[in-house]
């Protein structure tokens, strides 16, 4: 049996909307931090049915039917034993699938000895959830079409710019509307839709520049920019999807003064109430101080860059 871990990702640019037809192909390129400090770990094992078992508890998860059914179109796979343990809450808007997928065929590649390429395995990992084709890779990365073929890429080491992270938790529950679902009706009934698309590509170039130059502002400017774009899409969608509370405008907020009285740190929001502010380095412990007495924040969690996807034993991230 091989067991796999892998941290989940928090987009800067996000990916919200999906090409049609097969292969959940994303409408936009996007770009994401790995974050260490929370993690998903699965083993996976020759069985006698597929079964797939999530903190304990046997379900039944129609992705991971999907991803295997495509798999077994390329490779020689058996009925396999799915279990799979997250040490922070799932569907609250922390992307559990992000590393729940990257963990999953990372430990399917070394099980079965397919010898995918970190490239490949981000392929594999899009297809049961295009987060996931990230958190194969550790720092910052890419979702974008390189010759045609959606995958993920690294584009800068966590050791090259370590940026600090504080999630501000404001709801622990399962979100109302699962990202999948959320990303189609914005793409059926959003009047903004193609707004969208069309500008995330210049938002990606942007974001691209600014890491590689390592420019905290830039990426500031671009990725609340994206974030603030993204819930405006879900806010014009029919029926509207809401998925803030008030603490998560109030630490908004909170992060606003913040940046006013001059520390460097910038908030990002995915479909969930969490605040997620992102801290230049040494930033992280004032962050998380204030972020702590925001009205409505439950708790916070600090988290650095992480490493990608990678066997339980072995030393070597992508
Ligand atoms: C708001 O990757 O969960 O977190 O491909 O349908 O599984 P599926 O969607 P998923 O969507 C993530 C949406 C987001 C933004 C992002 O991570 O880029």
Redesign the pocket.
């Known amino acids: 049996m091989a067991t796999a871990i892998a941290h989940p990702?928090?987009?800067l640019v996000?990916?919200?909307g999906?090409q049609l037809g097969p292969g959940?192909l994303?409408a936009t390129p996007?770009l994401?931090i790995t974050v260490a400090g929370l993690a998903t770990t699965t083993r996976v094992e020759a069985a006698e049915r597929d079964s797939v078992c999530i903190n304990g508890e046997v379900r039944r998860d129609t992705?991971v039917e999907g991803l295997l059914g495509a798999m077994r179109e390329d490779f020689d796979l058996p009925p396999l034993g799915i279990h799979t343990r997250n040490d922070f809450p799932t569907g609250a808007?922390l992307?559990s699938?992000?590393s729940g997928f990257a963990a999953l065929v990372t430990a399917i590649d070394a099980e079965f000895e397919l010898r995918l390429s970190p490239q490949e395995r981000s392929a594999w990992a899009?297809r049961?959830?295009?987060?996931?084709a990230?958190s194969i890779f550790g720092g910052f990365a890419t979702l974008a079409p390189r010759d045609g073929h959606w995958s993920g890429d690294r584009l800068l080491a966590k050791d090259s710019w370590p940026l600090e992270l504080v999630i501000a938790v404001t709801d622990e529950t399962a979100k109302p509307v699962p990202?999948?679902e959320g990303?189609e009706r914005s793409r059926a009934t959003s009047p903004f839709y193609e707004a969208w698309c069309r500008s995330t590509e210049a938002d990606f170039e942007t974001a691209c520049q600014a890491v590689t130059k390592r420019d905290f502002g830039l990426l500031s400017a671009v990725a609340e920019h994206s974030c603030m774009k993204?819930h405006a899409l879900m806010l014009s969608s029919r029926p509207a999807l809401l998925y803030w509370n008030q603490a998560t405008i109030a630490a908004i907020a909170t992060i606003r003064r913040l940046q006013d009285a001059g520390t460097s740190v910038f908030y990002t929001i995915?479909?969930g109430p969490q605040v997620k502010a992102v801290c230049a380095p040494g930033q992280g412990g004032g962050v998380a101080a204030l972020l702590a007495r925001s009205p409505g924040v439950l708790r916070v969690v600090r988290g650095a860059l992480g490493d990608g996807a990678r066997l339980a034993n072995s030393p070597q991230p992508s």
């Open positions: 990702n928090i987009a996000k990916y919200w999906k959940n994303p996007s994401s992705k808007g992307a699938s992000a899009r049961g959830s295009a987060s996931a990230r990202s999948s990303m993204l995915d479909a």
